[in-house]
């Protein structure tokens, strides 16, 4: 049995139809709306909080490695050498130098 081969498809504007919207262009999300209770306009509910634009502005706040890279107290598991060594003294081991 001989098989045939398919026509390829004509993809995007060799079709004929226009683009897709990309982004924003398709209609993008509906703001929430609500009148303003001073003016009687219609304003953006998020603007009806009293909080300025910026309330919560400004830089991030700095985590993980961010910070400036794992501590001492860290790569210890989260104890500091004097506090490994009571521990360990508490369970009877014996500390080497070296």
Known sequence: MVMKKKP???KGMA???AMKKKGMARGGAKMPMSKDPK???MVPAF?????????????MKK???AKGGMKKGY???GMTVGQLRAAA??????IMKG
């Open 47 to 59: 603007a009806m909080d009293g909080k300025g634009k910026m309330a919560k502005g400004g830089m």
């Open 8 to 10: 390829m498809k004509k």
């Open 75 to 77: 790569a210890a598991g």
């Open 89 to 94: 003294k508490a369970k009877g081991y014996k």
């Open 15 to 17: 079709r004929g139809g």
């Open 39 to 41: 003016t009687g306009k």
């Open 63 to 65: 985590k993980g490695m």
